[in-house]
């Protein structure tokens, strides 16, 4: 019994070794098949890189419309500010609504871009008049028309200013 037990103990070996001898693929074809596999791997990456980029920057692109659309409403409202009322809780209101309207821009990182004082950038201005002021520099701006707004180095509206000398 225990020779029977040795030869099929053997026999179970033995197949063993040749299936593993069957699976066993040869260096060529494994490195072929790693070859693959990193190329494929580096490429999946590269399109997760790309897709995000696309992602932020379509983001980016319907933010910045959204805004451009909003932004004539909010002149509106800072030029009803500058007009003289007898009621000043009216005064307030708009006051606050402004406040609101800014601090939601802020919070998608939307910011004026400084103009009077400033240098004339035709990135970031649109001069619409020049004046002859000795007071001030050349190319310094004098007088902002309308406010110019951004979003990070995006340009959503420009500045429309007046440029002295």
Not at 16 to 22: G, I, P, S, V, Y
Not at 73 to 90: G, S
Request: zero cysteines; charged letters at 40%; hydrophobic letters at 30%.
């Amino acid at each position: 019994m225990s020779e029977e037990k040795n030869k099929q103990e053997e026999e179970v070996e033995n197949k063993n070794e040749e299936k593993e001898q069957k699976e066993m693929v040869p260096k060529q074809d494994y490195d072929e098949l790693d070859d693959r596999y990193k190329r494929i791997l580096a490429e999946f990456e590269n399109f997760k890189k790309r897709n995000g980029k696309e992602r932020d920057s379509l983001y980016s692109s319907i933010l910045s419309d959204v805004v451009e659309v909003i932004l004539p409403i909010l002149d509106n409202l800072e030029n009803a500010l500058k007009i003289e009322t007898q009621d000043e809780e009216y005064k307030k209101g708009i006051e606050l609504v402004v406040k609101q309207f800014k601090d939601v821009l802020a919070s998608k990182g939307v910011q004026e871009i400084k103009t009077v004082g400033e240098t004339f950038d035709p990135e970031l201005h649109e001069a619409v008049s020049s004046i002859q002021d000795e007071n001030l520099g050349e190319k310094e701006i004098a007088q902002e028309y309308r406010k110019g707004y951004k979003i990070g180095n995006r340009v959503i509206r420009h500045s429309m200013v007046v440029v002295a000398n």
